[in-house]
């Protein structure tokens, strides 16, 4: 466990202002670790720690795709169900000009732009999510109920395993 004072970052300002009740996970951050390194280093159910994935469509409008770090999204799947033709990743020099965090530190929160939000219904159901506060090596806890309220996100089952 790492020792260090939490950041303050875009993503804890809007969870401040919105008055989310959350917990503070710090980590070593390991270069393409994926949720796999935090969740081990933290102790806690790799299904619980949600990546945020910023993705664009054919028109490279982008979105936000929050996933269980031990699942894959169907980008194929996500497609058909929001309507659009094709759905791919962002490179991370993209994903980081919309979401205004480096790829390792993106946050659903607190973005530079705004972004429909698209969310694994099956997160809805645990008791408590893990997901980056905007810093690599930085994870919060909460409710997901609480990340619900904030973002409004579209529910969708798009997740393999």
Same mark, same amino acid.
């Given at each position: 466990?790492?020792?260090?004072?939490?950041?303050?970052?875009?993503?804890?300002?809007?969870?401040?202002?919105?008055?989310?009740?959350?917990?503070?996970?710090?980590?070593?951050?390991?270069?393409?670790?994926?949720?796999?390194?935090?969740?081990?280093?933290?102790?806690?159910?790799?299904?619980?720690?949600?990546?945020?994935?910023?993705?664009?469509?054919?028109?490279?409008?982008?979105?936000?795709?929050?996933?269980?770090?031990?699942?894959?999204?169907?980008?194929?799947?996500?497609?058909?169900?929001?309507?659009?033709?094709?759905?791919?990743?962002?490179?991370?020099?993209?994903?980081?000009?919309?979401? &205004? $965090?480096? #790829? @390792?530190?993106?946050?659903?929160?607190?973005? !530079?732009?705004?972004? %429909?939000?698209?969310?694994?219904?099956? =997160?809805?159901?645990?008791?408590?999510?893990?997901?980056?506060?905007?810093?690599? &090596? $930085?994870? #919060? @806890?909460?409710?997901?109920?609480?990340?619900? !309220?904030?973002?409004? %996100?579209?529910?969708?089952?798009?997740? =393999?395993?």
């Amino acid at each position: 466990m790492v020792k260090e004072k939490t950041p303050v970052t875009a993503a804890v300002r809007m969870l401040r202002t919105e008055k989310v009740y959350y917990t503070d996970h710090l980590y070593t951050y390991q270069e393409k670790g994926g949720t796999s390194a935090s969740s081990r280093e933290l102790g806690l159910d790799e299904h619980a720690v949600i990546k945020t994935l910023v993705m664009e469509d054919e028109s490279r409008q982008p979105l936000v795709v929050l996933m269980h770090g031990d699942r894959q999204v169907s980008t194929r799947e996500l497609a058909r169900t929001i309507g659009a033709k094709q759905i791919s990743p962002c490179s991370p020099d993209t994903a980081h000009k919309h979401s &205004g $965090y480096m #790829v @390792g530190g993106t946050s659903p929160f607190g973005t !530079r732009r705004q972004m %429909p939000v698209y969310m694994e219904e099956s =997160i809805a159901g645990l008791s408590k999510i893990y997901i980056n506060g905007g810093k690599r &090596g $930085y994870l #919060v @806890g909460m409710e997901p109920a609480e990340l619900i !309220r904030v973002l409004k %996100p579209t529910m969708v089952t798009v997740g =393999i395993s």
